[in-house]
């Protein structure tokens, strides 16, 4: 399920990478960033019954690393993203001008 | 801890420590900023050339002392240290250059800043063993290539955002394929996935690899993807042009060639044949896109990429010599092409543009820069005794003896390619009638020539010297071709 809402997500974000208005791309860029956050969750095997902290003697904890390099990826994303509005806002002013 | 060890960390916190430099200074600082940045650079370059000289095995560091295949290793050997001295004396050159190119004294929004970042960046990207923490220096390559490009002429921010957008979505393909590496092996150490590779035989592999590759070519600009890279690359200021080219889409070809060499099914008859496809298309296209332009700086830019051709042709044939060629064709490219953007941006600053209408008989008026672009676009069209030919004649030769003969050829003709659009350069640059000569003589200050001296210098002494070189690399081939040395090291402290 999870699965087959990241593919439907990925298309649309690369129907909207496709398009030819720059707003759109930008969009587009966030979704699919989005998109392979929640890919990059899946693939870690992180399940919501395992306990995240365990006091030694737990069965199964949660895996760590999944969490860890998604949270590297947001925050490197964020950083892009923050650049990619600043240039747009700076293509759109020279255009309304 | 070991002197090898200490020396690798040293590079980087050095790097960190110009950057912090660079930003802390005021501005209006020049002198102190120049001496700054030479005492800066010169520092590095010992760093590295010391780790060269010092180290003669692979080194593996696990950081924070976890243990592999969790920990996130840097390891240090032959290839990685031999490229880091070829990319530390170039940047060094640039970093001489700058400091008369007028784009960046008039105002020098951050290119220092963006210079120590790169070098960052790509030291990180040389020395990594784990594949998330290669596309995070990734990232921070890409963050430096847009201070850099943004350092220059900010007038056409749609290229800017073309460049931008390929190159994010470049990287996000790369992180949804390592994504999937690491749910198809949980793991995302170099060598921990070349150990299942060659133990077991995945279905699946073969997508996330090709989506990996396809990433890896966004990156290094190869065939169907390269359309961002001459569009891009002559915008910013002239260094920031030189060290984007010469760093950026090279540092990708070694992570490629460290790739190829360590996952086997990489090497298989299937990614061979697609990959040098792509290399002879990359290689041909590019040039003749360099045919068709009419200014000095976009020819140079399509060359770049018809270079790259090369370098992914030696990538993947499969024998020891085509790893020497790939090695000896990155060096060689890295000089010959920033002498050449050099000397391209020396006679754009003097006489305001690059375009073949405007400029002509540069032979009259500068006798000593022709030599110098005479020189470095024989060696990049080939001719002996220049390092070009050598580079050129073992790809080829590595081609025949793998039965690869539609690539020798195809490799001659390109350079044929290269031959007619030098030649196009020299005759209308050099030697017809232009619209405007400049009055007033080419004052050259002390740093441009201190730049230039080393990047021709070099490339000769690899044309006349080629026996040296070719010892010099020899270890690099005897180690990538076992790639079980290499898996065993990292791996060691499990099993």
């Known amino acids: 399920m999870i699965i087959l809402a990241c593919g439907i997500l990925i298309g649309i974000s690369i129907f909207l990478l496709l398009e030819p208005s720059i707003t759109r791309r930008v969009f587009g860029l966030v979704l699919l960033g989005s998109t392979i956050n929640i890919i990059l969750l899946i693939c870690g095997r992180l399940y919501s019954i395992h306990p995240v902290f365990i006091n030694g003697k737990a069965i199964k904890m949660a895996n760590p690393l999944p969490q860890a390099l998604i949270l590297t990826a947001i ?9 990619l509005c600043a240039l747009l806002k700076k293509i759109l002013t020279k255009n309304g001008s | 801890m070991s002197v090898s060890a200490l020396l690798l960390s040293c590079v980087f916190l050095w790097s960190i420590f110009a950057l912090i430099v660079h930003i802390a200074l005021p501005q209006t600082a020049d002198k102190i900023r120049r001496a700054a940045q030479t005492s800066l650079i010169l520092v ?15 080194i593996v560091i696990m950081l924070g002392g976890w243990v592999a295949p969790f920990g996130i290793a840097l390891v240090t050997d032959q290839l990685s240290q031999v490229m880091m001295v070829v990319f530390a004396l170039v940047a060094m050159c640039v970093s001489f250059y700058s400091y008369w190119d007028q784009a960046i004294v008039n105002r020098q929004k951050g290119f220092y800043a963006g210079f120590w970042l790169l070098l960052l ?26 201070i850099l490009l943004a350092s220059g002429d900010q007038s056409k921010p749609h290229a800017m955002m073309h460049y931008a957008l390929m190159n994010i979505t470049g990287t996000l393909l790369m992180l949804l394929a390592i994504a999937l590496l690491y749910g198809a092996f949980g793991s995302l150490s170099y060598a921990e996935i070349a150990n299942q590779l060659i133990q077991v035989q995945h279905p699946s592999i ?31 200021s002239h260094s920031s042009m030189m060290l984007l080219s010469s760093l950026v889409t090279k540092t990708v070809m070694v992570v490629l060639l460290r790739l190829v060499w360590l996952w086997s099914p990489l090497r298989g008859p299937f990614f061979t044949h697609s990959l040098v496809f792509v290399a002879l298309a990359t290689m041909f296209f590019g040039v003749l896109g360099a045919a068709s332009q009419f200014r000095f700086k976009d020819i140079l830019a399509f060359h770049i990429v018809s270079q790259l ?37 020396i006679i754009e600053q003097h006489h305001g543009s690059d375009g073949f209408k405007k400029l002509g008989q540069m032979l009259k008026q500068h006798n000593y820069l022709s030599v110098v672009f005479f020189l470095a676009a024989m060696s990049l069209a080939g001719f002996p005794p220049l390092s070009g030919f050598w580079g050129k004649l073992f790809i080829i030769k590595s081609a025949l003896d793998t039965h690869f003969y539609i690539s020798a050829a195809v490799a001659i003709i390109v350079s044929l390619f290269t031959l007619y659009s030098m030649i196009k350069i020299w005759r209308y640059v050099f030697c017809e009638k232009g619209q405007t000569s400049c009055g007033k003589p080419l004052m050259l200050s002390i740093y441009v020539i201190i730049a230039i001296a080393p990047l021709l210098l070099l490339p000769i002494l690899m044309g006349l010297w080629p026996d040296g070189i070719l010892t010099c690399l020899k270890p690099i081939s005897v180690q990538l071709q076992h790639p079980e040395h290499y898996i065993h090291l990292v791996l060691r402290g499990r099993s």
């Open chain 1, 75 to 83: 925050v490197i994303g964020f950083g892009l993203l923050a650049f």
């Open chain 2, 44 to 58: 590095w370059l010992v760093l590295i050339v010391s780790l060269l000289v010092i180290n003669r095995q692979t």
């Open chain 2, 121 to 146: 960046g790509v030291s990180g990207a040389v020395f990594t063993a784990d594949i998330f923490n290669l596309y995070v220096w990734f990232e921070v390559i890409l963050v430096s290539a847009f």
């Open chain 2, 206 to 236: 073969l997508p996330i690899l090709c989506l990996l590759l396809f990433a890896i070519g966004l990156k290094g600009a190869v065939f169907p993807l390269y359309f961002w890279l001459p569009k891009a690359y002559p915008k910013p």
């Open chain 2, 309 to 345: 051709g090369y370098i992914v042709l030696a990538i993947v044939l499969p024998s020891a010599l085509a790893i020497i060629a790939a090695v000896y064709f990155i060096i060689h490219n890295v000089f010959v092409k920033t002498n050449l953007l050099m000397v391209a941006s």
